[in-house]
């Protein structure tokens, strides 16, 4: 089973329209980001956590929001989506232990 | 504020051809870098990372990369390149602890020609 999971894997919505992007892992990290990836630009740090009670912007936080319900879970909404969020999305975890970040498999979101 | 420099976009080699992608950073203090590898449709998988010590790491998929302080650069290479490493190549910098906060770089996409 994987370590990080996503869900949805990929989502076709329209511009307005509120979503969410899952993350769930079982790595036992406090750590938990959420990144975007466009063609040419790599990836781009959205939001991180440190642990349940610890949010922070990162790059490119504007139109969007994010909620840690527990270790495990971390959560990223789309308020009212606009075409130029159209990216694929990565959810990652780390901790102190092992020094690298660790992603999920990506979702996939087109805003029509 | 930290940076990373990835100069060429797209590289062709030839299938068993040597093999090095560049990679330059800007960081305040001794860096975490870290190269990571995107298959078409795939996530990421970490090649290798760097904190300190020997300056030459050992990586998987007989990867490897070198860090020069002095030229502040992380590049990564291959003796001889297998058909299945093409695929997307992103260099990063990171704080300690933990790795958090990466700043990647805008990535190298690897073609390779049999």
């Known amino acids: 089973d994987a370590d990080v999971t996503q869900t949805p894997r990929n989502r076709i919505t329209k511009t307005g329209k509120r979503i969410m992007l899952e993350c769930s892992q079982t790595?036992?990290?406090?750590?938990m980001y959420w990144y975007r990836q466009d063609p040419g630009l790599g990836l781009r740090l959205i939001y991180y956590?440190?642990?349940?009670?610890?949010?922070n912007k990162g790059e490119i936080s504007d139109g969007y929001s994010v909620s840690r319900q527990a270790q495990a879970k971390f959560s990223l909404s789309l308020e009212s989506a606009i075409p130029n969020q159209t990216a694929l999305y990565f959810c990652?975890?780390?901790?102190?232990?092992?020094?690298?970040?660790?992603f999920g498999p990506g979702t996939r979101l087109t805003v029509l | 504020a930290q940076s990373v420099t990835q100069p060429d976009i797209h590289i062709t080699v030839s299938e068993g051809a040597s093999l090095e992608l560049r990679c330059n950073y800007s960081y305040g203090a001794t860096p975490y870098l870290f190269w990571y590898v995107q298959s078409p449709g795939q996530g990421l998988q970490l090649l290798l990372k760097?904190?300190?010590?020997?300056?030459l790491v050992q990586g998987i998929k007989g990867f490897e990369a070198e860090f020069k302080r002095s030229q502040s650069s992380f590049n990564l290479r291959k003796p001889s390149v297998h058909w299945s490493d093409a695929a997307e190549y992103f260099c990063?910098?990171?704080?300690?602890?933990?790795?958090?906060?990466?700043?990647f770089g805008t990535g190298t996409r690897l073609q390779v020609t049999l």
């Open positions: 790595k036992g990290h406090d750590r």
């Open positions: 990652a975890t780390s901790d102190y232990r092992v020094n690298e970040q660790f």
């Open positions: 956590s440190f642990d349940v009670k610890d949010i």
């Open positions: 990063a910098v990171g704080a300690a602890p933990a790795a958090s906060k990466l700043t």
């Open positions: 760097y904190f300190s010590g020997d300056t």
